[in-house]
């Protein structure tokens, strides 16, 4: 590991815990993706994110699903869509992405750290 950050570094780093209320396929996106829409309570509200996580998760599975994910990038454009959050996951071969999740379900937007 050569990229060490510092703990100021990872202390800026917004994490939170948001139920997954929306799911839509993503036709416009290079890689094979979801449009998500997270309800992160009532601090955040509800932020959308594109998710290339459709080699796991059909839309069924995901709908009020809670994830992980960070809440304080700035918001990125892919395709016609404004990706909000950044969904957290374990990367494997291939790019298949398991999601990251509490063993239980939380209130929305509580902070991982």
Same mark, same amino acid.
């Given at each position: /590991?050569?990229?060490?950050?510092?703990?100021?570094d990872?202390? @800026?780093?917004e /994490?939170? +815990?948001?139920?997954?209320?929306e799911?839509?396929?993503?036709?416009e996106?290079?890689t094979?993706a979801?449009?998500? @829409?997270?309800?992160?309570?009532?601090?955040?509200?509800?932020?959308k994110?594109?998710?290339?996580?459709t080699?796991?998760?059909?839309k069924e599975?995901?709908?009020?699903?809670?994830?992980?994910? +960070?809440?304080?990038?700035?918001?990125?454009?892919?395709?016609n869509?404004m990706?909000?959050?950044?969904?957290l996951?374990?990367?494997?071969?291939q790019?298949?992405?398991?999601?990251?999740?509490?063993d239980? @379900?939380?209130?929305?937007?509580?902070?991982?750290?």
């Amino acid at each position: /590991m050569e990229d060490l950050i510092t703990w100021n570094d990872f202390e @800026k780093i917004e /994490m939170r +815990v948001g139920t997954i209320t929306e799911v839509s396929d993503f036709p416009e996106a290079r890689t094979p993706a979801y449009q998500l @829409k997270i309800d992160f309570g009532p601090e955040i509200g509800i932020l959308k994110s594109s998710a290339q996580i459709t080699r796991r998760y059909s839309k069924e599975k995901l709908l009020d699903r809670q994830v992980i994910a +960070v809440v304080n990038f700035p918001k990125k454009q892919i395709a016609n869509f404004m990706s909000e959050c950044l969904v957290l996951g374990a990367v494997g071969d291939q790019n298949d992405i398991v999601l990251l999740n509490t063993d239980f @379900k939380v209130e929305n937007g509580l902070r991982v750290g």
